[in-house]
DNA sequence: TTGTATTTTTTGTACGTACATATGTCAATA
DNA sequence: TATTGACATATGTACGTACAAAAAATACAA
């Protein structure tokens, strides 16, 4: 559990970077922040003290206690440094490096260049990442939402960057509260797809494994639905097997539990994405669960993953590099004041046969 | 009047100063100090942490309060935001998702925080990373150096994070006017196996294509020349054909130029690195130079696009991934005040056979 | 209206108490 | 002899009281 003042001391740093508190503004008494806080007078004093230490406040004996001048004028010091940041969940894993070497090509071919940090989906991490390039300076900002399907702490970060005039574009999914341009593959067309794909080839008994903290996973969910709908198949609950970030690292398990339990009553499965479809490759080898004899599967996004395994996935595009790219663009036209830019870009997903489904009788 | 903590502080910085208190050593307890000095546990605690604060002394909850080694003296800002800077040449290109990939993961397991600028090879966008790096506030740094066989002319940089005690360590090569730690593949030897290993196969008029701005292509063309040296084979420069990161654009033209001159004089080729390995490859193609029938190649660094394209490169190994997490582990030790890391570490490659070498009878 | 004195407000120094948490030491046990 | 658990020690968090010192606000006199 975080100690108080560290509760204060980010409370009023915050406020500091969002521009609620701005430069050279006096902040509230440290009596006035005991009674908004319902704190001692000691543990106001260590938040200011530790936030005048680092140059965010400076107090002034019978006076009060003042933003200090630094961090917005080091903003505008950046103004022209052509550097665009890039927040995306991973870096390295699964399509992200496409998305990035679209971004990148796209921003060193305008010699602009690029700023990355990432958040392994984690709000406190995304709001790091934040401040970093906000107090620095960026002159755009590319963003991957954080758990795009829940409440988002850090929605006043990005008003930070919409008032001070800095465009940023989400990517894969958008934060719904905000009025924020983003480019997205169609999720609920590509899980369409693929639960289409699976009922024309005679499935009927169709599971799906759903990501419940990203936006991405409700549409798939949705386009799921979607398909059984249109082909008059029973949407029924105990056929999902959901998870979030935090419950990842339980899917195997959670994997082989639900698989062993469904053996007689799928035939086949809608994954949430190209790793998930892998995993339960790996618990079917597992359970003896031969695919796509016994269970036809079909993965999303057309990772790399999905092509360099022993068995290659069924699968439906992801837009990737070219999204990567198009963002990217979006930010440099903005910076060059060009009118006119879309305010929501979707990508149709296209299937790609692979080796894991089978066609029924 | 000087307050009371003042007092305290300054004949506690005095005693350490003079080495009463010697590095590393434990001073009294915060209660002996009472009464030492006469005064409250509350006047005791703001003398320590105004000390800590400029880096002569460090608490340790449990334990006691301990002299500083001196070069940690202004790690105090940003001391817990956990970020780790990392500055490389390209981000999605060649080896260096591997390398990332590498210390992604290493800081990850450490609860680390990974913030990625690159340079394109370019001392500017060097120095702009740097600023970046260096006004945020990241707890250690892990480089790629830009041009390293040249001058770099943000070498004060560096001196600056070490003036402030940040550690950082160098990765693929180093900039040999500092003092500095760093993972780095033994390029000669790398150059060295390629060449000898085309000797082996009897190839006696071997070129090489190099790269003059990296101290990879230095020391590259040094194990090529050891080699040829060892086999009593003659250095001959008009077989070189030399390129840098300004003129790699027109690298495919000239290999053309320097491929169709030298048709009837080379039976192989050792490349500065896969990239140019294959670059060679599509320039043979186009002169309908056969490979490996009339020219027998080999890359360097067995990246991706070596394994990837239609034909199999022959290369040598490159650690990758693991410098990359080596790196990473180097600067987290490094925070946690291990001693005895190494200064330099070198990585011995391995040669991995492909299909573009023809043994001569 | 302006200048000066006084009072109020706000931060700075310094005393105290209490409990939480991490480390270090020592004794008991397997 | 090595390991574990209990206890002591030492720092960390957080509450409180009191007075000092500097700035701001107010009152009063010229």
Same mark, same amino acid.
């Given at each position: 559990?975080?100690?108080?003042?560290? $509760?204060?001391?980010?409370?009023?740093? %915050?406020?500091?970077?969002?521009?609620?508190?701005?430069?050279?503004?006096?902040?509230?008494?440290?009596?006035?922040?005991?009674?908004?806080?319902?704190?001692?007078? &000691?543990?106001?004093?260590?938040?200011?003290?530790?936030?005048?230490?680092?140059?965010?406040?400076?107090?002034?004996?019978?006076?009060?206690?003042?933003?200090?001048?630094?961090?917005?004028?080091?903003? =505008? $010091?950046?103004?022209?440094?052509?550097?665009?940041?890039?927040?995306?969940?991973?870096?390295?894993?699964?399509?992200?490096? %496409?998305?990035?070497?679209?971004?990148?090509?796209? !921003?060193?071919?305008?010699?602009?260049?690029?700023?990355?940090?990432?958040?392994?989906?984690?709000?406190?991490?995304?709001?790091?990442?934040?401040?970093?390039? !906000? %107090?620095?300076?960026?002159?755009?900002?590319?963003?991957?939402?954080?758990?795009?399907?829940?409440?988002?702490?850090?929605?006043?970060?990005?008003?930070?960057?919409?008032?001070?005039?800095?465009?940023?574009?989400?990517?894969?999914?958008?934060?719904?509260?905000?009025?924020?341009?983003?480019?997205?593959?169609?999720?609920?067309?590509?899980?369409?797809?693929?639960?289409? $794909?699976?009922?024309?080839?005679?499935?009927?008994?169709?599971?799906?494994?759903?990501?419940?903290?990203?936006?991405?996973?409700?549409?798939?969910?949705?386009?799921?639905?979607?398909?059984?709908?249109?082909?008059?198949?029973?949407?029924?609950?105990?056929?999902?097997?959901?998870?979030?970030?935090?419950?990842?690292?339980?899917?195997?398990?959670?994997?082989?539990?639900?698989?062993?339990?469904?053996?007689?009553?799928?035939?086949?499965?809608?994954?949430?994405?190209?790793?998930?479809? !892998?995993?339960?490759?790996?618990?079917? =080898?597992?359970?003896?669960?031969?695919?796509?004899?016994?269970?036809?599967?079909? +993965?999303?996004?057309? %990772?790399?993953?999905?092509?360099?395994?022993?068995?290659?996935?069924?699968?439906?595009?992801? @837009?990737?590099?070219?999204?990567?790219?198009?963002?990217?663009?979006?930010?440099?036209?903005?910076?060059?004041? &060009?009118?006119?830019?879309?305010?929501?870009?979707?990508?149709?997903?296209?299937?790609? @046969? +692979?080796?894991?489904?089978?066609?029924?009788?």
């Amino acid at each position: 559990m975080k100690p108080k003042y560290q $509760e204060l001391f980010e409370d009023i740093k %915050s406020k500091i970077l969002t521009g609620d508190y701005e430069a050279g503004e006096r902040i509230p008494t440290e009596s006035a922040l005991q009674d908004i806080y319902k704190v001692s007078r &000691h543990t106001v004093r260590k938040a200011i003290l530790e936030l005048a230490n680092e140059g965010y406040l400076r107090s002034e004996k019978g006076s009060g206690t003042y933003v200090s001048d630094q961090y917005q004028a080091k903003s =505008r $010091e950046n103004a022209n440094n052509k550097i665009i940041g890039v927040i995306t969940t991973y870096i390295s894993d699964y399509i992200f490096p %496409s998305i990035i070497r679209g971004v990148e090509g796209k !921003l060193n071919e305008e010699n602009y260049s690029l700023l990355l940090a990432s958040t392994n989906n984690d709000a406190a991490q995304e709001k790091k990442a934040l401040e970093m390039m !906000l %107090s620095f300076g960026v002159n755009g900002l590319i963003v991957e939402p954080t758990k795009s399907n829940l409440y988002n702490p850090n929605l006043s970060y990005y008003l930070s960057f919409k008032a001070q005039g800095i465009p940023f574009v989400m990517i894969n999914a958008h934060y719904e509260e905000l009025e924020v341009p983003f480019f997205c593959l169609d999720d609920v067309q590509s899980s369409y797809l693929a639960t289409k $794909e699976l009922i024309s080839k005679g499935h009927t008994q169709i599971g799906l494994i759903s990501k419940t903290d990203d936006l991405q996973g409700k549409y798939r969910m949705k386009g799921y639905i979607k398909a059984l709908g249109e082909y008059r198949l029973q949407f029924q609950p105990e056929h999902v097997l959901s998870f979030n970030t935090e419950t990842k690292g339980d899917l195997h398990a959670n994997l082989e539990t639900f698989l062993a339990e469904n053996k007689e009553a799928l035939t086949a499965l809608v994954c949430y994405n190209d790793e998930v479809g !892998l995993e339960v490759v790996t618990v079917c =080898r597992k359970l003896g669960i031969s695919i796509p004899d016994e269970l036809s599967i079909i +993965g999303q996004d057309n %990772s790399y993953i999905a092509k360099t395994a022993n068995i290659k996935l069924s699968t439906l595009t992801h @837009p990737q590099e070219q999204m990567g790219r198009e963002a990217a663009d979006w930010i440099i036209k903005k910076l060059k004041n &060009h009118k006119d830019l879309p305010n929501e870009t979707y990508y149709q997903p296209v299937l790609i @046969p +692979g080796e894991t489904i089978k066609k029924l009788e």
